[in-house]
């Protein structure tokens, strides 16, 4: 089992930026690759990235490519998003996953476990 608990959300404006946490504990955070995916009520869950078990490997869904980043820091058993540049369309709940498949992955069923999720709010 591995709990996920994020943070980080909040208010912001338009062009702010934030940085949000998933801090993992109970197995080897390494041992699994990470993602963040993103819910609003009026639209299905949404890939926005992920990166591979060591932080090899990053992918982005083309909304987010250049504004946002996400790392990992295997020693603190943590990874973020950071979130530049953001838009009104950027608010959503916000997840973080972790899968098996280590090179990462932008399929949501491809995870195994996820956190209660953060809210992220960009006002225009």
């Known amino acids: 089992q591995v709990q996920l608990v994020e943070s980080g959300g909040g208010l912001v404006q338009a062009g702010g930026s934030l940085r949000l946490s998933c801090a993992a504990s109970?197995?080897?955070?390494?041992?699994?690759?990470m993602g963040w995916f993103r819910q609003t009520p009026a639209k299905e869950r949404e890939f926005v990235a992920t990166i591979s078990w060591k932080g090899g490997r990053t992918d982005y869904a083309d909304s987010v490519k250049g504004r946002f980043a996400i790392s990992r820091d295997n020693a603190k058993n943590t990874v973020y998003l950071q979130m530049n540049s953001l838009k009104p369309e950027d608010t959503a709940v916000y997840y973080c996953a972790a899968s098996t498949m280590l090179g990462g992955t932008p399929s949501g069923p491809d995870y195994d476990y996820w956190g209660q999720g953060t809210q992220v709010t960009v006002s225009s």
């Open positions: 109970g197995r080897a955070f390494s041992n699994y690759s």
